[in-house]
């Protein structure tokens, strides 16, 4: 078959083959996107969307509705051109394409069984009006998880790096929240200006818009971006968590590191980040969890405390352990005076921590960070 034999699918027949999949007992399912440059986050999104029913359709958004989307510059393959990739996948049984910028039309004229969203959405932050169209149709609406890494964003921004003859890896490319005083940020940012951290801040997420740590990152030309996470401390909007997640995908990011990001951070930036995202924290843990670490370790009498780089997952402070450095607590230390050594140490075993990252290309297990010092 040569490019030019192929067409996409028309509505109508793929209607017929929802109405031909129902006579079965069968489920066609639905999803929509723009599907620029095919990359394994999409397969693998296709292929567990597929795995929902017995056929899959995918509605690709045309050239023109792209462009309303994502810009002048994209889409970079021509609708053509991407539906024709798409189509030859196993996973997909037919492509159609849309010229609006949302799918309700098309919702609403095959009327499919499920429909499937890339977990940058929740249920609550589809699109109104496809949501209204998924449920007159009756369509049972599932979220499916993303791939960490990987999207056309941040493919196009790794082709834009200047071409490295010697084909050493490029610097990682992380993105920084915090909230406060930005001193592990302020850490990072001298451990690669000394030459001892090879990584790139594309990224300074802050939910205070006027803290100490944004104001390092605008010092230092990072781009800065303060998200209204709402009124409540520990509660952040669904919008908020997407807007994160949206700043992050744009930031083209290797790794997140929260340096005292006092908001819970959740999806879609967990699962599109699984196993790419480090917090550090004031305490040995799994010891002394949650907030006022250091004031619980002082109050249990401990002899000492220290800090940990762990990766986050749902459950707070309890993802796996990455690396971890002691600090003697002495006679008299208070509150103030043992943070300031804890601190010292942190800004030693973050940058530490993310230049093995660079240099494994993930995340370093706990015996290759030989990291516990007395300080
Ligand atoms: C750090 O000491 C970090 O361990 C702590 O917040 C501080 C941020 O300081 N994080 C937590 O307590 C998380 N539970 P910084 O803004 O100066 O980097």
Redesign the pocket.
């Known amino acids: 078959m040569s490019a030019s034999d192929y067409l996409p699918s028309s509505p109508e027949s793929v209607r017929r083959l929802r109405d031909e999949l129902d006579a079965k007992g069968q489920r066609l399912v639905f999803t929509n996107g723009c599907f620029d440059l095919l990359h394994t986050g999409h397969v693998r999104y296709l292929q567990q969307a597929r795995a929902l029913g017995d056929a899959l359709v995918v509605a690709l958004n045309s050239d023109a509705s792209v462009r309303a989307l994502k810009g002048p510059n994209r889409p970079v393959n021509s609708e053509n051109d991407r539906a024709e990739v798409m189509a030859a996948l196993r996973c997909v049984d037919a492509v159609v394409i849309f010229d609006d910028v949302r799918a309700t039309a098309m919702i609403e004229a095959i009327r499919p069984h499920i429909y499937a969203k890339g977990g940058d959405y929740t249920v609550e932050s589809l699109n109104a009006e496809e949501r209204a169209a998924l449920q007159a149709a009756g369509t049972d609406i599932r979220i499916l998880p993303l791939v960490a890494g990987k999207s056309t964003t941040s493919t196009l921004t790794r082709m834009q790096l200047p071409a490295n003859s010697t084909g050493e890896k490029p610097p990682l490319r992380i993105a920084v929240l ?1 909230s ?6 302020d850490a990072i940012l001298k451990a690669i200006t000394r030459g001892d951290l090879n990584a790139k801040v594309t990224a300074a997420i802050s939910d205070i818009a006027d803290c100490p ?1 944004l104001k390092i990152a605008e010092a230092a030309e990072v781009p800065t971006f303060h998200v209204d996470c709402g009124p409540e401390p520990l509660r952040t909007t669904a919008a908020a968590q997407k807007e994160i997640f949206e700043h992050l995908q744009r930031a083209g990011v290797d790794v997140v590191v929260l ?2 990001f006092m908001r819970i951070l959740k999806n879609p930036t967990l699962d599109a980040w699984a196993g790419h995202i480090v ?4 305490s040995l843990l799994p010891k002394f969890k ?2 006022n ?1 250091i004031r619980a370790a002082l109050e249990e009498g401990e002899l000492e405390t220290g ?1 940990t780089v762990h990766l986050v997952i749902p459950e707070v ?1 309890k993802g796996t352990i990455l690396a971890q450095s002691s600090v003697r607590i002495e006679i008299g230390d208070t509150e103030d005076s043992l943070r300031k050594r ?2 010292k140490a ?1 800004h030693e075993l973050l940058p530490t921590v993310l230049q093995q990252w660079r240099e494994l290309g993930t995340a370093p297990t706990p015996n290759l960070v030989a990291a516990t010092t007395d300080s």
């Open positions: 915090g406060g005083a930005g001193t592990n940020f740590f340096t005292g917090n550090i924290h004031p949650g907030r670490a800090c402070d804890v601190q942190e």
